[in-house]
Each structure stands twice: as C-alpha cells, then as structure tokens.
C-alpha cells in the first residue's frame, strides 16, 4: 500500500472532532475513539468533507458549515398530522419523543413529535439539525488507502453493521469478523 498523505476521494480518513450548534456541544470523537469515514462517499456532511479536501495528518481545522452543507434547511413541509387512532400507543406520547413511521412502500422513517392533541399528533421529519449552523473543531489523526471491499461498500470497515450491510462474513453481535 502507498503512502497517503492528503484527503482525497477513495481515503479513509481518522478523525477527533468537537461539533457545536447555537454554543452547545452536540457530538464529539476523541483520538481515543475516533470518527473514520471513507472520503467521497457521502459518509459525513458535504460542508465539512468540502473542507477536509486537500488536508494532511495533524492538521487542526475549525469549520462553520451551513445548513445547505450540513442537514438541510428546515422544511415545515417535513411536518406531518396524523390522526391519533393511527398512532399505536398515542396515549403514552408527548412532545419531543422519537418515533418510527411506516409509509406504504414499506419504508420506516424516524421523526420527533411536536404535539399531541385529542384526535391528531403531529410529527417532525426534518433532521433534528436541520437549519442549524454546524461549528466543527477538527485533527486529522490518519490517513489510508481504502480496501477495495470499503470502496465498494461505501464506508470503512470500522462502520459495517452501522450502514446496515448484511455481509454474511460476521460472526459476533457487534459486526466484527
């Protein structure tokens, strides 16, 4: 394997970072258990791997990525009125708790309710970022060439079980081989 040296599509990057939103902390990776991501491939924000483009190991970045880079903007549209006898269990729910919602073809999307009321509960799709300014305070920890089995997954070996890859080749609970 060549030596890696700068961020380019195809590399799998090692990553601490510290994000905040509106002053308050939101995620953290530490070098202790760093955040990796195949580069190119959509595994993180557009703004923030626009702005680890070209960067090497230890370099240290602080990037404002905006909610059109980062989770989109807010989309009142994302909000949906559901009637409550269509909602199991609508007795026990309340504003800001998460809930999954099954469309007709079958796909399940997670949502945060934002009120509740005697026939209807109303539901948030948007991204719980979504319209917020992302503040990144990033190191660079390492570098690698991606296996050829990452590049066609889409994501660093690191990540399998979390893209829901269903690779017959894990043996144990957690993902790993």
Do not use: C, W
Request: glycine share 10%.
């Amino acid at each position: 394997m060549t030596q890696v040296d700068t961020i380019m599509d195809g590399i799998v990057v090692s990553l601490a970072y510290l994000l905040t939103v509106d002053g308050e902390e939101v995620d953290r990776a530490t070098a202790e258990s760093p955040l990796e991501y195949l580069h190119g491939a959509d595994n993180i924000v557009p703004g923030l791997e626009q702005a680890l483009e070209g960067r090497r190991v230890g370099e240290r970045i602080s990037v404002a990525v905006p909610p059109e880079q980062g989770y989109g903007t807010y989309d009142e549209e994302e909000i949906d009125e559901y009637d409550r006898d269509e909602i199991p269990d609508a007795d026990q729910l309340e504003p800001g708790t998460l809930i999954e919602v099954e469309d007709e073809n079958g796909f399940i999307y997670e949502g945060v309710i934002t009120e509740v009321t005697d026939s209807l509960v109303l539901v948030d799709f948007n991204h719980p970022l979504a319209g917020k300014t992302l503040h990144f305070d990033v190191e660079i920890l390492s570098l690698r060439e991606a296996e050829p089995e990452e590049l066609d997954h889409g994501h660093p070996h690191a990540l399998d079980g979390f893209y829901g890859d269903d690779d017959d080749d894990y043996d144990d609970e957690d993902g790993r081989a």
